[in-house]
């Protein structure tokens, strides 16, 4: 039983987590509708390449303690 609920839970989480994310890229959908204002791809990957770098360098560096 409490695998099964624990199952559960996490299904639940991963759908509240995937219509969350869903809500969001629909708001920024809207958002560049109305403003005109769009992004490359590529600016959006390098910005987000970036800040996965700097993660991982923070992380690094703690394990490095």
């Known amino acids: ?3 099964f609920l624990e199952h559960r839970a ?3 989480e991963r759908r509240r987590t995937r219509a969350e ?3 969001r890229g629909l ?3 809207d958002q560049a509708r109305a403003t005109g204002v769009y992004f ?3 600016e ?3 910005e987000l390449g970036g800040l996965l770098s700097q993660a991982r ?3 690094q560096k703690r394990g490095q303690r």
């Open 1 to 3: 039983v409490d695998h």
């Open 10 to 12: 996490i299904f639940i």
């Open 21 to 23: 994310f869903v809500a």
């Open 27 to 29: 708001a920024s959908r």
């Open 40 to 42: 490359a791809a590529s």
């Open 44 to 46: 959006v990957h390098a």
């Open 57 to 59: 360098a923070k992380v």
